[in-house]
């Protein structure tokens, strides 16, 4: 596969958020682009999903469901990048690396060609739902703990039997576990630290999941995967995977193991990483870049109306002279589907 060559100096990362960044709404303004409501209502339909319902009418609660969540903001992310090139060759020449926290790593898979558009929102369905009904053997949720010293945050994390789901970098772990542990975090809370319960129905990430990884598992060994054409960094250690295989293997077991997003950071640190681009909905992976990736410039896509600039951006960011286009970007996807 052909790569343009790139302007020394820099290089392009777009990320795809993860569950909690849903909102009430958040996909209204994206309805208007034709091909945009196309590709979602195709996208929705594979996965079973009234998309269009669930980004534009439905209220915080109903999102807020595991089994909704999660396809909602694969497909959104989906259709999204899919707005910013012609085609996958085009974002093959032009993103440097590729990124999702949690859920959004399996719509990173996708837009990195190693599962097509469909099979990503067949599994995100099924994980949506095998989570949810792990989430149900027993009351449990997560917390952001902002701020403090690491070393105590992680302390405090473990004293009351919790675990650490998400390392988000300078200033931001998500504790995860029971509603009792959790209750008991809030009590003793680290010192110089705020908590704020999150927007998800169960302790992703944890050994609470475990039985959502074996349902997972077996659908995921019959789907068809391809090597990687855009780098893709996986969130069990912040590694570039080495092949599409590995690469489904560790987003399957991710479900019931820390996210450590950290050191997906780091690893765009090394790279030289020069622009991150946060598909819709946007702002929470564009946050945290804001506190741990300095220098490096940003831009949350939330509405269409952004689409010029953020082609812009890419274009400075790949080192491109020439118009980023009109869309279609995942490999396999038709323009008119």
Not at 187 to 196: G, V
Request: net charge negative; hydrophobic share 45%.
């Amino acid at each position: 596969m052909s790569h343009r060559t790139r302007q020394s100096g820099v290089v392009l990362s777009i990320v795809a958020p993860g569950q909690g960044a849903q909102a009430p709404g958040f996909l209204t303004p994206w309805l208007s682009e034709p091909r945009f409501a196309t590709r979602l209502k195709w996208l929705g339909a594979v996965a079973g999903i009234d998309m269009e319902h669930y980004g534009t009418d439905a209220d915080a609660e109903t999102i807020r469901d595991t089994a909704i969540a999660q396809p909602l903001l694969v497909a959104a992310a989906i259709a999204c990048y899919e707005e910013l090139f012609d085609d996958h060759e085009q974002a093959v020449a032009a993103v440097g690396v590729l990124a999702g926290h949690s859920v959004g790593e399996l719509a990173a898979a996708a837009l990195a060609g190693i599962v097509s558009a469909e099979s990503a929102m067949v599994l995100v369905r099924e994980r949506g739902l095998a989570m949810a009904e792990a989430s149900r053997t027993r009351p449990t949720s997560m917390t952001a703990v902002i701020g403090g010293k690491l070393e105590e945050v992680l302390a405090a994390i473990d004293a009351v039997g919790l675990t650490p789901a998400n390392n988000n970098g300078r200033g931001q772990i998500v504790a995860a576990g029971t509603i009792e542990q959790l209750e008991a975090l809030a009590a003793n809370p680290p010192q110089r630290a705020r908590l704020i319960p999150l927007s998800v129905a169960g302790a992703f990430h944890t050994v609470h999941m475990q039985p959502a990884v074996a349902h997972l598992r077996s659908l995921a060994e019959a789907v068809h995967v391809d090597e990687p054409s855009i780098p893709l960094l996986s969130n069990s250690d912040g590694t570039r995977v080495a092949n599409g295989r590995d690469a489904l293997d560790r987003i399957v077991g991710q479900v019931a193991n820390p996210v450590r997003w950290d050191l997906c950071m780091d690893t765009m640190t090394d790279m030289a990483v020069t622009g991150l681009l946060e598909l819709t909905p946007s702002g929470t992976l564009t946050g945290i870049a804001k506190r741990n990736l300095a220098g490096v410039e940003l831009f949350s896509l939330n509405t269409p109306d952004q689409i010029p600039d953020a082609k812009a951006f890419i274009a400075e960011h790949a080192g491109s002279g020439g118009p980023i286009g009109d869309g279609g970007a995942t490999p396999n996807s038709k323009k008119d589907q």
